[in-house]
Structure formats: C-alpha cells, structure tokens
C-alpha cells in the first residue's frame, strides 16, 4: 500500500484500456489518483484500481455522482448525525471534494491512515482520517476487506485489480 508505483504510469495507461473505463476516469480521474499516490507515497496502481472498483470505472452507477470529485467511496465525517438520510450507501453519507484533486488527496490520506502512516506537512482533507488514524497498520491491499468496506473481498478485488494493471 505504502510505497512507489508498482508499475509504470505509462504502463497502467495503456493496460488501463482493456478494462474499458470512461473517458471521465483516464481523462480527469486517473492524472489526480496518480499524482496524489505520488505525493502521499500511496502506490498509484493501488490507488487506481481502488477507485476504478468504487466508482465502476468512472461510470459512477451507484448513488454517488462525479459532483461528489470522491474517487473512493469516503463517507462524511459524523454520518450518524442524520439518521434516515445518510444511512448505507445514501449519496448524503458520501463526502463532497471541491475537484478530482482534492478527492484524490483524501483518498490517499485515508489509505495513510489505514496504514497507520500519518500524513504530515499537508492539510488533511480526508473527513475521517482523525477516526481511523492509529486504529489499524494495514500493509496489503487485501486487509482493507471489512475494514474500508463491509465486503471481506473487497481488498482482495482491489489486488485482482492491481494485477490486471500491473500484467
């Protein structure tokens, strides 16, 4: 998780294409995912393929929309607070970023935090970082099953991912 790319950008680019994701995710998502891997030393290849898997590839077919510039599915601060409107999967539950950047920055924080390697000398954008820093020290993709997400394989679909892109 924490570390340099696994595979070249040029690399993930061009095997990006057989899994035919939207122009909205090679054109505007992916540069934000790879530059915030790079800047947080988040592998990029994992940022990629997580958030390839959260939003469908860029499709974004859930209740989530492209607005929302959230490349991974991360919730807002205190759900709980609006029971009945931010439950589950409800698109109020979802963090709003200002562009793909900023959403891509905070995901990379919250893999960080996941990872127990706290992010320091930048402002932290990623809304429950304070909640899961210190909590865990994940060092593979697969252990984020349960964790990030209630799916046991969720992790394990992310590497499944990172493996297609890496090939």
């Not at 992916?30 to 947080?40: E, H, K, R, S, V």
């Not at 060092?139 to 997400?149: C, F, I, N, Y």
Request: charge should be neutral; proline fraction near 8%.
């Amino acid at each position: 998780m924490i570390g340099p790319p696994s595979a070249t950008r040029t690399h993930v680019v061009g095997t990006l294409a057989g899994l035919a994701p939207t122009a909205l995710f090679v054109n505007d998502m992916f540069p934000a995912l790879w530059d915030a891997g790079l800047q947080y030393c988040v592998d990029p290849v994992g940022m990629v393929s997580q958030s390839y898997k959260e939003t469908g590839g860029g499709a974004f077919s859930g209740k989530v929309k492209p607005l929302f510039f959230n490349t991974a599915g991360i919730k807002i601060r205190n759900p709980e607070l609006f029971p009945g409107v931010t439950d589950d999967d409800r698109p109020l539950a979802h963090q709003m970023f200002a562009n793909w950047q900023v959403g891509a920055a905070a995901q990379a924080q919250h893999v960080r935090a996941y990872a127990g390697c706290p992010v320091t000398g930048e402002l932290i954008v990623d809304p429950r970082y304070v909640w899961v820093i210190g909590k865990h020290t994940l060092t593979e993709w697969s252990q984020l099953g349960g964790k990030w997400a209630p799916s046991p394989t969720y992790g394990t679909e992310i590497e499944q991912l990172m493996h297609k892109l890496i090939a």
